[in-house]
């Protein structure tokens, strides 16, 4: 059984940094693809991206590409999520999942999710 708890997350203003971490265990975790994922309020889960085993990572969401990277430490089964540049649209819920598959942005196919951590951006 995989398990995923997220932290990081904050109230921070707009321009900031953020690094939210995954934190995973469970047999051959090393092995699954890990996805990022958010829920704004009031709006539908969207995918962030996606890391794979081998720290290869598909970004998904256009309004955070160049201001977010995902990265993973095999080492300590930890995956990260450097979020800079924070506007008050990146504000939401911020997951992270697993799956024993390919990449994919579709979060009704990644089988173990954390809890969430939230991410509040002022203006």
């Known amino acids: 059984q995989v398990q995923l708890v997220e932290s990081g997350g904050g109230l921070v203003q707009t321009g900031a940094s953020l690094r939210l971490s995954c934190a995973g265990s469970?047999?051959?975790?090393?092995?699954?693809?890990v996805g990022w994922f958010r829920q704004p309020p009031g709006k539908e889960r969207e995918a962030i991206a996606s890391?794979?085993?081998?720290?290869?990572?598909?970004y998904y969401l256009d309004s955070v590409k160049g201001r977010f990277i995902a990265s993973r430490d095999n080492a300590n089964n930890i995956l990260y999520l450097q979020m800079n540049s924070l506007k008050p649209e990146d504000t939401a819920v911020y997951y992270c999942?697993?799956?024993?598959?390919?990449?994919?942005?579709?979060?009704?196919?990644?089988?173990?999710w954390g809890r969430g951590t939230q991410v509040t951006v002022s203006s």
């Open positions: 469970g047999p051959r975790f090393s092995d699954y693809t």
């Open positions: 890391t794979g085993w081998s720290g290869f990572t598909q």
């Open positions: 999942a697993a799956r024993a598959a390919e990449h994919t942005r579709n979060p009704a196919v990644y089988e173990y």
